[in-house]
């Protein structure tokens, strides 16, 4: 059975810190791994990662996978009270099937002022 | 493009009741996705489709659960009869190819089952 393990649980930073988020996987035939932004309602896709060692940026968040070691982390630099949320990961099994997500529990974030 | 949609945003009902849940997929999608979210268990795939055929329901808890897509632009989960441990928030999500793509999240139905 696929597996998604997301560390820490939670967090809370002050703004300004920088965090990183882990998460660890075991699955089928990975093909991708995702990271979503959920705050108070929809899960938003924040990035996909593929490939070992190529880092994915969007602004202030950015993103790398290690296939070897099973585990990507997510950055983010200089926090805001708007990064507040639950960060979840999940991953893709490569079979022959649909986008069969399996997620973490995810990490609760809440940056303070 | 409006995104998933999904009715109602909250349910509250007795246990005992059927429940209905709905979601249009972003149009052009045609693998639909239901999960369930609770505290305890984080996010649980119940069931896909492809194509408007179901591919897995293996998530699907009980046999008080069911699914359907009649249609491109349409599907349906129902519980009956609902219970009080499914209370949860319920997501559709789309994608618009069978493997490889990121999944696109409905708002979801907060399911309260007293």
């Known amino acids: 059975e696929d597996k998604v393990v997301q560390s820490p649980l939670s967090l809370v930073v002050h703004e300004g810190d920088t965090v990183t988020l882990n998460c660890s996987y075991e699955?089928?035939?990975?093909?991708?791994l995702l990271w979503y932004k959920q705050e108070k309602k929809a899960p938003t896709f924040l990035f996909m990662l593929?490939?070992?060692?190529i880092e994915k940026k969007s602004g202030r968040l950015s993103s790398i996978l290690d296939k070897k070691e099973l585990f990507s982390i997510l950055n983010i630099t200089a926090t805001q009270t708007g990064d507040s949320a639950v960060y979840l990961c999940a991953v893709v099994p490569g079979t022959g099937t649909a986008s069969k997500l399996t997620f973490g529990t995810g990490t609760r974030l809440q940056v303070t002022l | 493009d409006a995104g998933v949609i999904q009715s109602p945003r909250h349910e509250v009902t007795e246990m005992g009741q059927e429940v209905t849940l709905r979601c249009k997929p972003i149009s052009g999608h045609n693998s639909l996705f239901w999960y369930r979210q609770t505290m305890m268990r984080g996010l649980e795939l119940l069931i896909y489709f492809n194509n408007n055929v179901p591919i897995d329901d293996s998530g699907m808890p009980e046999d008080r659960f069911s699914a359907k897509m009649p249609n491109a632009s349409f599907s349906t989960l129902k519980i009956q009869p609902s219970e009080p441990r499914d209370s949860a928030v319920y997501f559709c999500?789309?994608?618009?190819?069978?493997?490889?793509?990121?999944?696109?999240f409905g708002q979801g139905t907060r399911l309260t089952v007293v």
């Open positions: 699955v089928t035939n990975f093909r991708s």
């Open positions: 999500a789309s994608t618009p190819t069978l493997v490889g793509t990121e999944a696109f």
């Open positions: 593929t490939s070992s060692g």
